[in-house]
């Protein structure tokens, strides 16, 4: 007697197991659809440097304090320094956009 209850409770659990699985499966498949890597500014500098392009060359906003700029400055410039592969204009570019968020701007723009 007690073995058709076990087999009826198991046939049970498996039902109710693969509902809750069709469920998650759909809403997985409903949600949409975001991009797993950061997009980055597209398109080439502007001929005079503002702080909305400095920041977003060292990836700060605009108000940012200067210890997250020199903080930013340093970890764009690792990146892209000259003497570690870097390009020489992208160097003077990021260069260019601390000055600006730092206020030291000389108005002259980039070497190149």
């Not at 210890?67 to 260019?96: C, F, R």
């Amino acid at each position: 007697m007690a073995t058709p209850l076990i087999a009826g409770l198991a046939v049970a659990a498996a039902a109710l197991a693969g509902r809750y699985s069709i469920q998650a499966w759909q809403a997985f498949k409903a949600r949409p659809v975001v991009p797993r890597m950061r997009k980055f500014y597209e398109g080439g500098f502007q001929p005079s440097m503002n702080r909305k392009e400095a920041g977003l060359i060292l990836g700060v906003r605009e108000s940012a304090n200067a210890e997250k700029v020199k903080e930013a400055h340093k970890k764009v410039m690792v990146a892209n320094h000259p003497d570690a592969g870097g390009s020489h204009y992208l160097a003077s570019k990021i260069n260019e956009a601390k000055d600006i968020l730092l206020g030291k701007s000389k108005g002259g723009g980039s070497a190149f």
